[in-house]
């Protein structure tokens, strides 16, 4: 995937949220986003899922521009978990099929996936498994589910799409720290053989991407790993070391 000069502005909007963007997104690479509030980060994975067109510029799938590709094809090969997500008071399977079954033994895989995201010690507990109904709306031996549960199993669902290319929105925000660290030490397993696209406010988290992208007012400043934004000693460093203070600071 190309960004080619891509700039954007909202409608009735005079400054642009992304300016001249250039970027090359490899298959099966890990690539994080980061950067402040409003540094044009959202926008980005908007723009790359179609939710948006750019204003100039164009992006590129196999240098084919986006906008002529069959919208439900192209929509197909991202699997997507966004800070807003939902689940739907069907069963655990249902919520992750979303009845497009994927693989012949949809249970075993499902299990297996539930397992890789760090729910698996949770779904032995439950008698149903994963027919195991979501909340007590229509069912009143229904699962309520905490934050951190809930954020597992939409994960889960990502991983059961198949798609080539995940986009992960902060996709560790209502874990505990303990539940975070599993996360990313499987995150490699998770994303194995995908292309992943993840954003996160964590900068810790990205070490463990192929590239890092820095977004400021828009554009992208800096792009390299982990060690080597840290030894450019720029933004990146900037925002790092403003997080790692109060991990470091005594109380």
């Known amino acids: 995937i190309s960004f080619e000069n891509v700039s954007f502005k909202y409608p009735g909007q005079e400054t642009y949220a992304l300016k001249n963007i250039n970027i090359n997104i490899t298959p099966t690479k890990s690539i994080a986003?980061?950067?402040?509030?409003?540094?044009?980060?959202?926008?980005?994975?908007?723009?790359?899922?179609?939710?948006?067109?750019?204003?100039?510029?164009?992006?590129?799938?196999?240098?084919?521009?986006?906008?002529?590709?069959?919208?439900?094809?192209?929509?197909?090969?991202?699997?997507?978990?966004?800070?807003?997500?939902?689940?739907?008071?069907?069963?655990?399977?249902?919520?992750?099929?979303?009845?497009?079954?994927?693989?012949?033994?949809?249970?075993?895989k499902m299990e297996e996936i539930l397992q890789e995201v760090g729910f698996g010690d949770k779904l032995k507990t439950l008698k149903n498994g994963v027919e195991t109904s979501l909340s007590r709306n229509f069912d009143p031996e229904g699962l309520d589910l905490s934050g951190g549960e809930r954020q597992k199993?939409?994960?889960?669902?990502?991983?059961?799409?198949?798609?080539?290319?995940?986009?992960?929105?902060?996709?560790?925000?209502?874990?505990?720290?303990?539940?975070?660290?599993?996360?990313?030490?499987?995150?490699?397993?998770?994303?194995?053989?995908?292309?992943?696209?993840?954003?996160?406010?964590?900068?810790?988290?990205?070490q463990f991407c192929d590239e890092i992208l820095v977004f400021d007012n828009g554009q992208i400043v800096e792009q390299g790993n982990f060690k080597q934004l840290l030894e450019l000693g720029g933004k990146y460093t900037e925002l790092y070391n403003l997080q790692a203070q109060y991990y470091t600071t005594n109380t």
């Open 33 to 108: 986003i980061v950067g402040e509030n409003g540094a044009g980060k959202s926008t980005f994975v908007k723009l790359l899922m179609r939710l948006y067109d750019p204003t100039e510029g164009r992006i590129l799938l196999n240098g084919v521009d986006i906008k002529e590709i069959d919208y439900d094809e192209y929509m197909g090969l991202f699997a997507t978990v966004f800070q807003d997500f939902k689940l739907f008071a069907f069963s655990i399977r249902e919520n992750l099929s979303l009845g497009a079954e994927k693989f012949p033994n949809e249970i075993n």
């Open 153 to 206: 199993l939409a994960i889960a669902r990502a991983k059961y799409k198949d798609a080539p290319i995940l986009v992960l929105d902060e996709p560790t925000a209502a874990l505990d720290p303990v539940a975070e660290h599993e996360m990313y030490i499987k995150f490699f397993d998770l994303v194995k053989g995908k292309t992943s696209i993840y954003i996160s406010h964590r900068l810790a988290s990205t």
